[in-house]
Nanobody, 115 residues
Framework: QVRLVESGGGLVQPGGSLRLSCVAS????????MNWFRQAPGKERELVARIISSGSTNYADSVKGRFTISRDNPNKTVYLQMNNLKTEDTAVYYC?????????WGQGTQVTVSS
């Protein structure tokens, strides 16, 4: 099973930026497809961004043009750069991957966008 540890959340004003990090251990990172999900209070968890092993990326429509997912294979880390943050981006953000049929999640990091 892959262990995932997120960091980088916090409180930011609308229009601000944050960069989330997720460090993985326990598997060959370079072959993993990595995802960032988020869950706002009272809402279902949703996929925000995905980067596959080749480096191709996909984004939810709500974050296209504002968020960028990237990966650093030697350091087993996936990033989520979030720019022009909006109040509706407030949520707990989770790193996720699947390996060997096992779905792995990090503990989550809180992002709060408020003035």
């Amino acid at each position: 099973q892959v262990r995932l540890v997120e960091s980088g959340g916090g409180l930011v004003q609308p229009g601000g930026s944050l960069r989330l990090s997720c460090v993985a251990s326990g598997s060959i990172f370079s072959v993993l497809h990595m995802n960032w999900f988020r869950q706002a209070p009272g809402k279902e968890r949703e996929l925000v961004a995905r980067i596959i092993s080749s480096g191709s990326t996909n984004y939810a429509d709500s974050v296209k043009g504002r968020f960028t997912i990237s990966r650093d294979n030697p350091n087993k880390t996936v990033y989520l750069q979030m720019n022009n943050l909006k109040t509706e981006d407030t949520a707990v953000y989770y790193c996720n991957t699947q390996s060997g049929g096992v779905n792995s999640w990090g503990q989550g990091t809180q992002v709060t966008v408020s003035s």
